[in-house]
């Protein structure tokens, strides 16, 4: 729907505005629910809606000097951007500088290639990374081995600043 989709370009707008009033720099773009493709849509055209509403923000992002991260997340929480690869695309697609990937360490273990690829692969997109288990802990609350994600870093972080987020045991 045409009408939903200037709605949705608006509230991005908003919020980017809203990050750059508080002093933030960088917003997150992950809403699982929100991005979820209706059964009636192609992946083809769900792909062009996207890019046609990012790309109403991607000025006002550069404007404010804010970076918008693309977080790809598991198939159980959405069925659009699964992979580090197809957030990938839509970031190239979208081709701003301001326009980064986050990496998840829950998302990266719904992969099926290996963290540590994953992170080297997107070293020149990356520019924040959630530190949580597959089971949405901190690291070392579940089963996630984040020893590759850890190796991945340690040879992208001289090419790249990274903020890294570690969530805190509760």
Request: glycine share 8%; hydrophobic share 40%; charged share 20%.
């Amino acid at each position: 729907d045409p009408e939903v989709r200037g709605r949705t370009a608006d509230s991005l707008l908003g919020l980017v505005r809203l990050c750059a009033d508080l002093g933030g720099q960088v917003r997150l773009f992950v809403s699982p629910a929100q991005r979820g493709i209706l059964d009636r849509i192609a992946l083809h055209d769900a792909w062009g809606y996207a890019v046609e509403t990012l790309s109403k923000v991607v000025s006002e992002v550069e404007r404010q000097g804010i970076t918008l991260c693309v977080e790809p997340l598991s198939p159980h929480e959405t069925n659009f951007i699964n992979t580090a690869a197809e957030a990938s695309m839509l970031i190239k697609e979208l081709n701003s500088p301001n326009v980064k990937l986050i990496l998840d360490g829950k998302a990266m273990s719904s992969e099926q290639t290996a963290p540590d690829q994953i992170v080297l692969a997107n070293g020149d997109i990356l520019a924040h990374v959630h530190a949580n288990d597959a089971n949405r802990g901190y690291p070392g609350s579940g089963t996630t081995d984040f020893r590759p994600v850890a190796e991945g870093l340690g040879r992208v972080l001289p090419l790249v600043g990274l903020e890294v987020a570690v969530p805190l045991e509760a």
